[in-house]
């Protein structure tokens, strides 16, 4: 995930992230209620960018979240946006490489960061190792684009969304089905699921795109796709939607690693 972004690219990624974390809190939630993250004294957030997901855990616990990024801007916005969290603490630091020592939380969990690490089992082990026995690893949501159902479909834009434009840039589109590897890997007790609740409606799947519509244009753009070949694609795409027989789905998985005694 590139650290050198533009002002504007960096409002922008704030933005979005904000956009996920409100869109994809139906997915988290039962989740953490799942790991039992209300009754803990200390949780490790792993890549916690703009503090968006970091305020909802701090809001599902009685302990403290100690949230840590390795992109110093990520660290200053989410010290903005959580500067009214009393149990919240930020900090900078490489999730390959955690700044803590063995056994320190009872909690160690990450929100759509292994998709985006070099190395997403170094990433995995350390949390294992940084957790207290019988204490548990979560990955809240790690989604599968490789894994993607839509009807109608389209040729020449559906490649690019499952998978072409997460490779080109730097992620694994097929994160997913890797966590059940990934967190046995680490030598973790693993139960592994699907988060989505439900596939969402033509009106849902409209409003989202057209909240970021700018973000997939680019995506296209940089795909290689002119301006006319884009438009006729969205003219078809919208026309799905307001005919009201568009469907979406990708499935976004979760796992919960209990580290054994
Ligand atoms: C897609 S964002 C998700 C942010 C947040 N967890 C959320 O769901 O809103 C991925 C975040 O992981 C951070 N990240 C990626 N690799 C990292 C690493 N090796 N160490 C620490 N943070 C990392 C990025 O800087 C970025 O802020």
């Known amino acids: 995930m590139p650290h050198n972004r533009t002002k504007d690219e960096l409002g922008h990624f704030i933005k979005k992230l904000e956009q996920q974390a ?14 039992g993250l209300k009754d803990v004294e200390l949780i490790l957030d792993v890549g916690c960018g703009s503090g968006a997901v970091t305020k909802d855990l701090a809001a599902h616990t009685n302990g403290t979240v ?11 916005t989410a010290k903005k946006i959580l500067h009214d969290s009393k149990n919240v603490q930020i900090c900078t630091g490489d999730a390959h490489n955690l700044p803590f020592k063995d056994s320190t939380f009872d909690v160690a969990i990450c929100n759509l960061v292994l998709m985006w690490s070099a190395d997403p089992q170094a990433v995995v082990n350390e949390m294992a190792r940084v957790v207290k026995a ?15 159902i839509h009807w109608p479909e ?28 990934l967190f046995v890997g680490a030598g973790l007790e693993a139960e592994v699921g699907i988060g989505n609740q439900r596939i969402w409606s033509c009106e ?8 970021s519509r700018d973000f997939y244009w680019n995506v296209l753009r940089k795909a290689g796709m002119d301006d006319s070949e884009i438009r006729e694609w969205e003219e078809e795409y919208l026309k799905s939607l307001d005919d009201g027989i568009q469907l979406n789905f990708f499935p976004q998985f979760y796992a919960i ?4 005694e």
């Open 22 to 35: 409100l869109e994809t809190a139906e997915e988290r939630h039962p989740i953490y209620i799942k790991a």
């Open 66 to 76: 100690i949230a840590l990024d390795d992109s110093p801007d990520m660290v200053d």
């Open 134 to 148: 019988g204490g548990k690893v979560v990955a809240s949501l790690e989604p599968d684009f490789g894994g993607k």
């Open 154 to 181: 389209n040729s020449r834009v559906d490649p690019i969304f499952a998978g072409e434009a997460i490779r080109r840039r730097g992620g694994d589109p097929h994160i997913g089905r890797k966590l059940r590897a």
């Open 204 to 211: 849902e799947d409209k409003a989202s795109y057209m909240r």
């Open 257 to 260: 690693g209990t580290k054994i």
